[in-house]
């Protein structure tokens, strides 16, 4: 994404999303997607699935000697990013129960009334904190939802005045999901290495000390015009790998792939990793980011929870040469 916001709208057409929605207002044409845009319904459940890995598999394979069953799912591991640029993630180690409890946590903080809420907006000029997605041209389309992003990593860049103190659990629940994702990343970057038979610390190296690391709520509300807004407009992630925590009921991310959009399902247990640019560039583009978007529902309010790694901003990766 390029350029910098031009404007904060918290109401740009005279009423929030949240007020239209709630209100079961049409959306205003500014949310309508181009006329040439794939129609938000017309999308498939893919007749080959988006592949399914077991991390706990991947994670015992500490060195390339040391393969033996894993190297099955290195090779599906491989196959899945080089095709679909993302995967279904099971095993990972984090429990059902703990998912459920950062669910929850996101969902408190959005029942919040709209003036708690808004003692954690985002600045104009910034890009942390919650509120509409930025405003970056005039002709922009505009999503059907809200967001609340957060850097985690390094810990001295935390803007903890950005980060809600209600529910009370919200900042301890995060930081510990924060905690649990980043070994699950640590595990996939020497996977992803060792499944091109490269040294297992190829990629992970190259995110330096201070590696950043994000992590973002999206709340979409229920809209009256599902077949015309998204939730999320189709973009790839800037990030090395995204692991996103979908709703456990409500559907509506959808990837792209062969010119179509495929609807990814729930698994409730299950973690989305998502390939980010960063990760594309640095494996010569033989893994590739997922271009993904979200679609809006009629009835039902969703909320998903993503993460996202990036390498620390002035260093320079070493492209892998084959
Ligand atoms: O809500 C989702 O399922 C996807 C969110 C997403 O793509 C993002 O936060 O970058
Ligand atoms: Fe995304």
Known sequence: ?????????????????????????EPPPQYFL???????????LPSDPIPIIDI???S???????????????????????????????????????????????KQFFALPV???????RATDGIEGYGNEPILSENQVLDWSYRLLLRLQPVDQRKLQLWPENPNEFREV??????????????LFKAMAMSLNLEENSFSSQFGERAVMQRRFNFY????????????KPHSDGSGITVLLQNKEVEGLQVFKDDKWFRVP?????????????????????????????????????????????????KESDQWMP
Request: hydrophobic share 40%; glycine share 8%.
């Open 60 to 106: 015992s394979s500490s060195s390339l000697s040391s393969r033996g069953g894993e190297e099955e799912e290195l090779q599906k591991l491989k196959s899945a990013l080089t095709s679909w640029g993302c995967f279904q993630a099971v095993g990972h180690g984090i429990s059902s129960s703990f998912l459920d409890k950062v669910r929850e946590v996101g």
């Open 221 to 232: 509300l229920s809209c009256p015009r599902p077949d015309l807004v998204l939730g999320f």
């Open 266 to 314: 729930i698994i409730p247990h299950a973690l989305v990793v998502n390939l980010g640019d960063q990760m594309q560039i640095m494996s010569n583009g033989i893994f590739k980011s997922a271009i993904h978007r979200v679609v809006s529902n009629s009835e039902r309010m969703r909320i998903s929870v993503a993460m996202f790694n990036e390498p620390e901003p002035d």
């Open 115 to 121: 003036e708690e809420k808004q003692k954690y907006s």
């Open 34 to 44: 181009k006329e040439n845009s794939i129609h938000p319904m017309d999308s498939f």
């Open 174 to 187: 995060l930081d510990e999901y924060g905690a649990n994702v980043k070994i699950i990343m640590d595990v």
């Open 56 to 58: 706990s598999l991947l």
């Open 1 to 25: 994404m390029a350029g910098s916001p031009v404007a904060a709208v918290v109401s740009p057409l005279g009423q929030s999303v949240q007020e239209m929605s709630m209100n079961g207002n």
